[in-house]
């Protein structure tokens, strides 16, 4: 359960949430054939590289680098 609060801490785990649920809503959206929309796509890029660079900031707080 510490695990869990230090990642809620860090907010990986929030975007990680925000990460697979804007991709489980475009992999919906391409199975139904509809369009989607450039915004979608850009928020998810945004929140997956910010969840990538946070997620490398926080290994190398943990190495001391």
Same mark, same amino acid.
């Given at each position: 359960m510490?695990?869990?609060w230090e990642?809620?801490?860090e907010s990986v785990l929030? &975007?990680?949430?925000?990460?697979?649920?804007?991709?489980?809503?475009?992999i919906v959206l391409?199975? &139904?054939?509809?369009e989607i929309p450039d915004i979608l796509v850009n928020g998810f890029l945004l929140i997956l590289g910010f969840y990538f660079?946070?997620?490398? =900031? =926080?290994e190398a707080k943990k190495l001391g680098k």
């Open positions: 510490a695990k869990f990642l809620l801490e929030i &975007q990680a949430i925000m990460a697979l649920g804007m991709l489980g809503t475009i391409a199975y &139904q054939g509809r660079g946070s997620k490398t =900031v =926080v």
